[in-house]
């Protein structure tokens, strides 16, 4: 591009749009626009600007996300959808550049892109590759146990848990995220079975953790089941050999004590490098892998920041490709 291509993030007021603009607000390759306050609930001011972009990012509710993409009328314009609205769907190619050979070379073609959620990158990080490499069939039942910090909830879960730390009232340290745990069916989980190349959904269990960044995702594999089981090193070995050349893809060397709290933990909410908060504000991804041969067991987990890879980093890495740019500006 001669000149310097023109950014709307819509609805940057939001905590993702927010973390989106301060990755790109001090960039001098690019130009941000912006809607006046007064005006964002304008839909003739809104669809002038829309029109008048590059790269619309969409940082909105599901409806609010589908009503600005029904505004689009320049063909030449792209849309990131950081929302959950388009991650399935028929005509958009899904943000996660690393999840399959030539998935990069989609995203910097299209004109409509979806971000992943942060969930379904840590799951499909580890994932994907065993399914892709055959190591795991696609009928085979995966559980996935994770905890987010409470950042993931959007303003309404961060204020009440701020709220709850001002006035020094215990918020509960762990608990399952609400109706998605208790009742299933969290809107993650379709992007979670479309992309896995798995037969049936995974069945999902999300929990929030009384701490504000960071993610924990873990798969247990019961191995036992499977004809001729891969070992422990044969599955980390097909991880480490998927990602070998992706600078945001970590891969931990297989059962590496040193990684864990005295050799043992591997902490959700501590404020050590061992916590889940170790990767926050990066744009990385950590695949650790443990086994058990004897009994044939496997954990597989996944750390990264929700904000981060799960969020607003992995937007401006998505972003960049779009443009033509190296993928690593704004991430450093």
Request: proline fraction near 5%; hydrophobic fraction near 40%.
């Amino acid at each position: 591009m001669t000149t310097k291509p023109k950014i709307f993030i819509d609805g940057e007021s939001g905590t993702t749009g927010l973390q989106i603009y301060s990755r790109l607000n001090h960039r001098d390759d690019i130009e941000l626009v912006s809607i006046e306050a007064s005006k964002r609930k304008d839909a003739t001011e809104r669809t002038k600007l829309i029109n008048a972009v590059d790269v619309i990012i969409l940082c909105l509710p599901d409806d609010a996300a589908r009503e600005a993409v029904s505004l689009v009328s320049n063909t030449r314009v792209k849309i990131l959808d950081a929302s959950t609205a388009h991650r399935t769907a028929k005509d958009w190619v899904y943000g996660f550049p690393e999840l399959n050979p030539g998935q990069r070379e989609k995203i910097a073609s299209a004109q409509f892109v979806s971000n992943p959620g942060c969930y379904p990158t840590g799951f499909l990080a580890c994932i994907r590759p065993l399914i892709a490499k055959g190591l795991l069939n696609s009928n085979f039942p995966i559980t996935v146990n994770a905890v987010s910090g409470y950042s993931g909830g959007g303003k309404n879960l961060i204020k009440q848990y701020h709220t709850f730390h001002e006035q020094q009232v215990g918020a509960e340290s762990l608990h399952p995220y609400g109706i998605y745990s208790l009742q299933f069916g969290h809107k993650h989980v379709k992007e979670m079975h479309q992309y896995s190349g798995l037969a049936s959904p995974p069945l999902f269990v999300p929990a929030v953790g009384d701490f504000e960044q960071g993610m924990l995702v873990q798969i247990p594999l019961p191995l036992g089941t499977l004809d001729n089981p891969p070992s422990g090193k044969i599955i980390h070995q097909a991880i480490a050999d998927y990602y070998q050349s992706e600078k945001f893809m970590q891969v931990a060397p297989f059962q590496d004590s040193t990684l864990l709290r005295d050799g043992t933990f591997l902490d959700a909410m501590s404020t050590t490098g061992y916590s889940a908060s170790h990767l926050n504000d990066t744009n990385i991804v950590q695949v650790f892998v443990f086994a058990n041969d004897t009994t044939k067991e496997v954990l597989l987990v996944a750390r990264l920041d929700n904000l981060g890879k799960g969020a607003s980093g992995a937007a401006v890495q998505n972003l960049n490709i779009m443009l033509g740019f190296p993928e690593e500006l704004g991430l450093s």
